[in-house]
């Protein structure tokens, strides 16, 4: 089921209108709202949902065994060698099988294994990683374990964020289910405000640059280099509509529910160096590498090389829970590098962190294109598709762009960075959330006009779903 499809729709409607009903946060609230959540996972699959609960019995279990025990390390342990390894089985065994293959190949052997059948569960590694935050946090003391198994089957299955976040925290999450916030208008504005501007970024923006971006990297060989230039940026902009645009909705609803989520984009193309862009870009994932990944490497205690070596792990690994791929293996790699180099900049060169008018731009400029660059390596699915691709843009000054074919396409894209700029610094969705009635109607108004006029034939799933 799809966010953006009628029958969401009038599934959360019916949810919404169900739930109000019942006593808040209540028994019979918890029930509901897990076999809504259930219904909603189980258009996908209904086999995988039992995948959810199996983990989830298994995290609670645990945690609650942990305070009890001589050797809690070793239930946490447990814990995490079971997540990662329902993980690794569904999400990276044909991946190690292709390598295997690959290196026997290179080196002359006559065997090949067969890749299995296998399917990834939607969602996997959003769940997998919060319900690994949950007993992360009880064994280090952050957190008591919980006593019913409702309210964690509750905090797992809640379906706004089930399927791609943002990865809430259990501490984040039963604060809240045990300390009711009161629902009051403006957090229900601002929700609905979330959940329009979302809806218009996924279906208005992200999926009327689908095509040009899949022009490219379906068949590169037959682009030209301007046409690969805008497809790389335009693949830029589709990932963060789709993928904030998902979040965007998915934290409106969860606050018509009464629930406050983090917030999981901050407008990531204005970040003037690599660190603010990770603070920007997927907040919710970046918070969780750092807390419970780089940190536990000995994240900047122990001098520049090893926190560099740091960075580079962390990044790699957070490339490869992204896909089981080498692209993304190197597009991880990319950002550790980057992170790594920009931690010796900040220390051998004063430019980097100089705050004057011009050196912040040119930051800016420089964060934004390389960027990209690693993008080419995360959208293709092959990494000779990616070589053609900086080949063809290798090539960009022996070619003259063409007006009528490129023109709309770079024209569009620039407003696109412009807008981007100007909502960062003006923070309009917050204004939006404190607007009058006529304000706040005027502009569901304009969104719905949006969706109606511009809503192309054909919608895509949200792009994080396949993670």
């Known amino acids: 089921m799809l966010f953006n499809s009628w029958h969401f729709v009038a599934f959360l409607l019916v949810v919404l209108s169900v739930a109000m009903w019942l006593p808040r946060y209540g028994t019979a609230w918890k029930l509901f709202i897990i076999g809504a959540s259930c219904?909603?996972?189980?258009?996908?699959?209904?086999?995988?949902?039992?995948?959810?609960?199996?983990?989830?019995?298994?995290?609670?279990?645990?945690?609650?065994?942990?305070?009890?025990?001589?050797?809690?390390?070793?239930?946490?342990?447990?814990?995490?060698?079971?997540?990662?390894?329902?993980?690794a089985v569904f999400k990276y065994t044909n991946f190690a099988i292709q390598s295997i293959n690959g290196v026997a190949n290179a080196a002359g052997a006559a065997f090949a294994i067969t890749p299995l059948d296998i399917v990834l569960?939607?969602?996997?590694?959003?769940?997998?990683f919060q319900n690994m935050s949950y007993t992360i946090d009880v064994y280090r003391g952050h957190l008591k374990p919980r006593t019913?198994?409702?309210d964690y089957?509750?905090?797992?299955?809640?379906?706004?964020?089930?399927?791609?976040?943002?990865?809430?925290?259990?501490?984040?999450?039963?604060?809240?289910?045990?300390?009711?916030?009161?629902?009051?208008w403006r957090d229900l504005q601002y929700g609905l405000v979330l959940i329009a501007a979302g809806?218009?970024?996924?279906?208005?923006?992200?999926?009327?640059?689908?095509?040009?971006?899949?022009?490219?990297?379906?068949?590169?060989a037959s682009a030209g280099a301007w046409q690969s230039l805008l497809a790389v940026y335009a693949f830029a902009f589709q990932i963060y509509?789709?993928?904030?645009?998902?979040?965007?909705?998915?934290?409106?609803?969860?606050?018509?529910?009464?629930?406050?989520?983090?917030?999981?984009?901050?407008?990531?193309?204005?970040?003037?160096?690599?660190?603010?862009?990770?603070?920007?870009?997927?907040?919710?994932?970046?918070?969780w590498l750092r807390d419970y990944l780089y940190i536990s490497l000995g994240g900047n205690r122990h001098g520049l090389s090893r926190t560099m070596a740091n960075l580079m792990t962390t990044m790699v690994l957070g490339g490869l829970w992204h896909g089981a791929s080498w692209n993304f293996v190197i597009w991880g790699a990319l950002?550790?590098?980057?992170?790594?180099?920009?931690?010796?900049?900040?220390?051998?060169?004063?430019?980097?962190?100089?705050?004057?008018?011009?050196?912040?731009?040119?930051?800016?400029?420089?964060?934004?294109?390389?960027?990209?660059f690693a993008w080419i390596f995360f959208?293709?699915?092959?990494?000779?598709?990616?070589?053609?691709?900086?080949?063809?843009?290798?090539?960009?000054?022996?070619e003259r762009p063409t007006a009528l074919s490129h023109g709309s396409l770079a024209a569009g894209l620039t407003l696109l960075f412009i807008a981007h700029g100007v909502m960062s610094r003006w923070a309009i969705k917050d204004r939006l959330a404190n607007a009058n009635a006529f304000v706040f109607a005027g502009f569901v108004t304009v969104m719905i006009l949006l969706l109606v006029w511009l809503t192309p034939a054909k919608s895509a799933p949200f792009i994080y779903f396949q993670f």
């Open 241 to 287: 509509f789709d993928f904030s645009g998902y979040t965007d909705i998915a934290i409106g609803m969860a606050l018509l529910f009464g629930f406050k989520f983090p917030k999981n984009f901050d407008y990531p193309y204005m970040a003037s160096s690599f660190q603010e862009f990770w603070r920007r870009w997927h907040m919710t994932l970046s918070r």
């Open 121 to 128: 569960p939607v969602g996997i590694s959003f769940y997998t």
């Open 379 to 398: 959208r293709a699915t092959e990494f000779s598709t990616s070589i053609t691709i900086i080949k063809n843009i290798a090539g960009i000054f022996a």
């Open 148 to 150: 019913s198994i409702l």
């Open 153 to 184: 089957a509750t905090f797992t299955t809640f379906f706004p964020q089930l399927l791609a976040g943002p990865i809430v925290r259990a501490s984040e999450f039963f604060g809240q289910l045990d300390k009711p916030n009161p629902i009051v």
């Open 39 to 87: 219904y909603f996972y189980g258009q996908w699959s209904y086999l995988y949902l039992g995948l959810i609960f199996v983990t989830a019995g298994v995290d609670f279990t645990l945690a609650q065994r942990l305070g009890r025990v001589m050797r809690p390390g070793r239930l946490l342990a447990l814990s995490i060698v079971a997540n990662l390894g329902v993980l």
């Open 199 to 220: 809806y218009v970024k996924k279906v208005v923006l992200a999926d009327n640059l689908a095509p040009s971006v899949d022009a490219v990297f379906n068949a590169p």
């Open 335 to 372: 950002h550790g590098a980057y992170l790594a180099i920009e931690r010796m900049l900040l220390v051998r060169m004063a430019w980097w962190r100089s705050t004057n008018v011009f050196a912040k731009p040119l930051r800016i400029f420089i964060v934004f294109h390389l960027v990209c």
